[in-house]
């Protein structure tokens, strides 16, 4: 889902060497190197430029730090604003955070993949009255998460109500 472009994170800031990069690139003389030849031509050139000449770089690399934090600044109250609510699981996933710890216990050795397939198996053969228990907890947890979305809703957050699929 895109974000606002209010929202966007501002843009990193640069250090001395990648200010100078960007200069470089604006030469025409060096448009037309590949990829390759123009980072060891400059490599070797700021590995040869004076501390002096080096100075110059690092104080428009301070003043990029400084815009960074500030834009920073005024990034993060509008994040915050919005809070995320984090979506529900469905019945499957409130049965696997039920039976994994049971399944690890049994086969510690047992890799990641071989744990979700046995958790898959059970899920399969459990019994109606299991899996209806656990769809039960699913649309308990969906109809909190739509309440707390219709909530965000009315204090000014642009998002939707997602049906429940148990």
């Avoid at 250090?15 to 025409?28: D, G, P, S, T």
């Avoid at 890799?111 to 053969?125: G, I, N, S, Y």
Wanted: glycine share 2%; charged share 35%.
């Amino acid at each position: 889902m895109p974000r606002k472009l209010a929202l966007r994170k501002p843009k990193r800031a640069l250090n001395a060497y990648n200010v100078f990069l960007q200069e470089m690139k604006e030469r025409e003389e060096l448009k037309n190197m590949g990829f390759i030849e123009f980072t060891q031509f400059c490599s070797e050139r700021w590995r040869s430029l004076k501390p002096e000449e080096k100075q110059l770089y690092q104080e428009k690399a301070r003043m990029d730090k400084q815009r960074y934090e500030t834009e920073m600044k005024s990034f993060w109250p509008l994040k915050l604003e919005k809070s995320k609510v984090k979506r529900p699981m469905s019945a499957f996933l409130l049965f696997c955070q039920r039976e994994r710890p049971k399944v690890k216990c049994k086969h510690p050795a047992w890799p990641q993949t071989q744990l979700v397939k046995e958790l898959a198996k059970r899920w399969r053969c459990a019994s109606p009255t299991l899996r209806a228990k656990f769809k039960a907890m699913a649309r308990k947890e969906m109809t909190d998460y739509q309440r707390k979305r219709m909530q965000n809703d009315i204090h000014g957050s642009d998002s939707t109500i997602l049906s429940c699929h148990c």
